[in-house]
């Protein structure tokens, strides 16, 4: 009786001993990274024709300190820029490196945007490139 006794106390320390604590430690090691969407767009018409207008877009994807999106210049009767930009943000200001494709030739810059209410202001690293404006702030398209 003894024998079975401490077979079985040894049984149960063993069992209370066991450490599940695997799945709570990663559990609280997941961290929740905080993801934002983020779109800009301004419409330029034509003063003589409705049909015609110029659309320069911005939207961002925003998780945790990187981001990523697309930077679109559209005009209506030009060679479109399209493109993409990837970085970080710290105090809404993001430092990204743009890819386009403009008149079939790949581009790439260094660009800053900073984040306001109500717009985002963009420079490039070359004055000359066009890239430097300001585009509003709207809401985002929900597929």
């Not at 024998?3 to 069992?15: P, V």
Request: charged share 25%; proline share 3%; aromatic share 4%.
């Amino acid at each position: 009786m003894k024998i079975t006794l401490a077979i079985l106390a040894s049984l149960l320390l063993c069992i209370s001993c066991k450490n599940p604590k695997s799945e709570e430690i990663s559990s609280e090691n997941e961290e929740t990274v905080a993801t934002e969407e983020l779109c800009f767009r301004n419409e330029y018409s034509f003063p003589d024709s409705t049909e015609n207008i110029d659309v320069l877009n911005l939207d961002l994807h925003i998780k945790g300190d990187s981001v990523t999106g697309n930077y679109n210049w559209l005009p209506a009767l030009k060679d479109q820029r399209h493109g993409t930009l990837e970085g970080t943000i710290e105090n809404k200001i993001i430092t990204a490196t743009y890819r386009y494709m403009q008149e079939g030739i790949e581009e790439t810059a260094e660009i800053t945007i900073v984040l306001k209410d109500d717009k985002a202001i963009i420079t490039g690293d070359n004055p000359n490139s066009g890239l430097d404006t300001e585009v509003a702030k709207i809401q985002c398209n929900v597929d």
